[in-house]
């Protein structure tokens, strides 16, 4: 029982090694010119790729058609990614992959050009390279594998903790910016409708003192005119029609 687990517990390392020199050296060079970690956490490894590569070997290694493998290892495949990229979101608000960018994706969990890729990798995978793999773990000498074994999870667990404790820390930062940052815009809300309250208010006082100026001054000119003698006489004229 033991040999088993160790084995698989390899092969889980060994394929999420592999997954993350996929996705931060050959995907990344590709698409973004450069080299990245693109992995959740601080070591070369992505666990997904390691435990679709599992599922892949333990559910579907039994089908032999390469047509019905590819199908079943895609879709298994795009389930784990899309299910996994939602459930990290939720815990940790952050998207780790988005391929909204690209053609036929889903939410931008999962894509169509991931979903042939996984299906051709599963196909190669199980037909070609986990026997190669699994005959070089047989192999190598057990004492070397228990060391290894253990050396290994002693390292992923310390990585793990980091790597939680690196996201709490960093969420409780981006919080408190977040709470700064809306009393900063609450304040200048208040302050923006009180300077509009004030400029109302002054544009109001200063339309009644034109209003009245205007009022005034037509009520003067009218006065003139009336008292002078153009204005007499057209009065009389009046009187006369």
């Known amino acids: ?24 050296v050959i995907c990344a060079l590709i698409f973004q010119k450069k ?5 959740f956490f601080i070591g070369p490894y992505c666990p997904i790729y390691g435990f679709g590569a599992l599922l892949d070997i ?19 495949c795009c389930i784990m990614e899309y299910i996994t990229s939602y459930v990290m979101e939720k815990l940790f608000n952050a998207r780790w992959w988005d391929y909204s960018d690209m053609k036929f994706n889903i939410n931008g969990r999962v894509c169509l050009l ?19 793999i699994e005959s070089l773990i047989i192999a190598t000498p057990e004492t070397l594998i228990h060391t290894g074994c253990i050396v290994s999870a002693v390292i992923i667990t310390i990585d ?14 981006l919080r408190v910016f977040t709470e700064a940052l809306l009393e900063k815009g609450s ?14 208010e002054t544009l109001a006082e200063k339309k009644n003192a034109v209003t009245d100026a205007i009022s005034e001054k037509k009520s003067a000119v009218t006065d003139k005119l009336q008292s002078t003698a153009a204005y007499e ?3 009389a004229i009046k009187k006369y029609i």
Not at 1 to 24: C, H, P, Q, R, V
């Open 114 to 132: 991931g979903f042939v890729a996984f299906g051709i990798l599963s196909v190669l995978l199980t037909k070609y390279i986990d026997p190669f």
């Open 1 to 24: 029982m033991l040999d088993t687990i160790e084995k698989y517990y390899l092969l889980l390392l060994i394929y999420s090694f592999a997954g993350w020199i996929w996705e931060s």
């Open 187 to 200: 304040a200048l809300s208040e302050t923006i409708i009180e300077r509009q309250s004030v400029i109302s």
């Open 233 to 235: 006489k057209l009065d």
């Open 35 to 39: 080299l990245i970690n693109s992995g």
């Open 160 to 173: 793990v903790i980091i790597t939680l404790k690196s996201i709490k820390g960093f969420n409780d930062k």
């Open 58 to 76: 333990i559910v579907l290694g039994w089908i032999k058609d390469p047509i019905l493998l590819f199908f079943a290892s895609a879709f298994i």
